[in-house]
């Protein structure tokens, strides 16, 4: 069974950093490429960030780029969000999801295409 658990959100000022991290069952993820997403309160679940399978393609939301790096240590069976100069209206649960395939392309902010989910780990940025 895939099994995906987060950790390292929590409460933290505007401006600060938080490094969340996703860790994954040894046989799927590898061979997997991977992605974060969030929800705020009151709002839908959206896209953040992605990485391929071997870690050299990334991708970004908008909203979090040049603040938030995606990084992955297929040794440790782990991928990693670092978020730097958050803001308040990066408070949300932060969820770690496998997707379908090795390499993502175009389907990288694509729900559907991600099979498996954390339980999710809450960072909250206060002002």
């Known amino acids: 069974q895939v099994q995906l658990v987060e950790s390292g959100g929590g409460g933290v000022q505007a401006g600060g950093s938080l490094r969340l991290s996703c860790a994954a069952s040894r046989h799927t993820f590898i061979d997997y490429a991977m992605g974060w997403f969030r929800q705020a309160p009151g709002k839908e679940r959206e896209f953040v960030s992605a990485i391929g399978g071997s870690g050299r393609s990334t991708y970004y939301a908008d909203s979090v780029k040049g603040r938030f790096t995606i990084s992955r240590d297929n040794a440790e069976n782990t991928v990693y969000l670092l978020m730097n100069n958050l803001k308040p209206e990066d408070t949300a649960v932060y969820y770690c999801?496998?997707?379908?395939?090795?390499?993502?392309?175009?389907?990288?902010?694509?729900?559907?295409?991600?099979?498996?989910w954390g339980q999710g780990t809450q960072v909250t940025v206060s002002s």
């Open positions: 999801a496998r997707h379908q395939r090795y390499f993502i392309g175009a389907s990288y902010n694509r729900m559907s295409e991600y099979e498996y």
